[in-house]
């Protein structure tokens, strides 16, 4: 969307190249040749224009550049071949036109089969779980058209409410085939397994077959993730945290980090650690916000290299509504980095119950506005 964007706001630029060809012949009568700009236009305009705009503009260049020799008296060798290179040049740029339009065809195609396959992958949960209230988004880095890694899952067990938030190391089909392991484990182990070590230690199995089945770089995959355990009450949360971006704890105007007590290893890669699975308990007020994300969202950085920062955002009083943050902050990330994410983001939010708490939509691109570039 961004690069459309800018490409349409770029579209007249071969016509003022041919502007500014024709600015400097009139200042700088006979000096100096302008058929280097003129013949510029027809290349610059095989990026920007369709097919028939690049030829155009080439045929414009071509007629100017031959007034110009006309007004300038007797045509010479140079000259004319000047005018032929032109030609040339226009049609070797409605070549690279044609073979430009029909690479972002098959890109766009390619992203639209790789949303597909993430929206089969990662389908929304509903806007309650048991009692609370869910809000979910997924947004996508398009600089590529890749399946990414990242993935979510929010289950209601007798045990409470458990969820899953992780990313997984590589993009592309190896990570698809991960990401839908750790989704069928998590399912499996939050429904039966009592504790939630017991469920973290059937994650670290499900992905270290996964990795022993595996060849070449996706041998050598991993996957940072978030354990959490919301209890039958709501009153707390028990996070298990595998290398992965503390989760935030949002209330009363204020922003918690989530820290773990110790750091652990991420999925794949507990055998290097210890044997125990540390979970840290944290108390969950009511009216209070518990915000879950990849390292899309930490890791964005602004156009000077500088990584955005979710407290401040954050730090002011929200109603009790897991969309409301979820749009804030999103909000603000994309005014940091301009509109764009260097990588896939995935953020969960979940919400108590309690007077006045307002269920989440849990819905992908929810009603963000992105600033444009260049306003």
Excluded: C
Aim: without cysteine; glycine residues 10%; negative net charge.
């Amino acid at each position: 969307m961004e690069a459309t964007e800018r490409r349409r706001r770029l579209r007249w630029l071969p016509a003022a190249v041919i502007a500014v060809a024709l600015v400097v012949d009139v200042a700088t009568p006979g000096s100096i040749s302008v058929f280097p700009l003129l013949a510029a236009a027809p290349s610059v305009a095989a990026p920007l224009l369709s097919l028939g705009g690049t030829i155009a503009t080439g045929v414009a260049a071509t007629l100017v550049g031959s007034e110009l020799l006309y007004l300038a008296g007797e045509p010479t060798q140079e000259s004319l071949v000047a005018v032929i290179s032109m030609v040339v040049l226009t049609g070797t740029a409605a070549v690279l036109n044609v073979l430009l339009t029909r690479d972002r065809r098959q890109l766009r195609t390619s992203r639209e089969v790789a949303a597909a396959v993430q929206q089969a992958v990662l389908a929304d949960p509903p806007s309650r779980v048991g009692r609370l209230a869910v809000a979910s988004r997924y947004e996508v880095a398009h600089e590529e058209a890749a399946i990414g890694g990242d993935l979510f899952a929010v289950k209601e067990t007798p045990h409470g409410v458990r969820m899953l938030i992780a990313d997984v190391r590589g993009k592309g089909l190896e990570a698809v085939r991960t990401v839908n392991a750790l989704l069928g484990s998590f399912h499996e182990a939050a429904e039966h397994r009592p504790d939630l070590p017991g469920v973290v230690r059937q994650l670290e199995d499900r992905m270290r077959d996964t990795i022993g089945q595996a060849s070449g770089e996706e041998g050598e995959s991993f996957a940072t993730a978030v354990i959490a355990e919301v209890s039958p009450d709501s009153s707390a949360v028990r996070i298990a945290n595998r290398g992965h971006p503390a989760p935030l704890l949002v209330h009363d105007g204020g922003v918690s980090p989530l820290e773990p007590a110790t750091p652990s290893l991420p999925l794949g890669l507990g055998g290097l650690g210890r044997g125990d699975v540390p979970v840290d308990r944290f108390d969950l007020p009511d009216r209070a916000t518990l915000v879950l994300f990849t390292d899309g969202i930490d890791e964005a950085r602004d156009a000077n290299g500088v990584f955005f920062d979710p407290v401040p955002v954050l730090s002011r009083p929200f109603p009790p509504d897991p969309d409301a943050v979820l749009d804030a902050l999103l909000s603000a990330v994309f005014r940091h980095t301009g509109g764009t994410l260097q990588d896939d983001a995935v953020l969960l939010a979940v919400t108590p119950d309690g007077d006045g708490a307002v269920a989440g939509g849990g819905q992908r691109h929810n009603a963000v506005a992105r600033p444009r570039h260049g306003g």
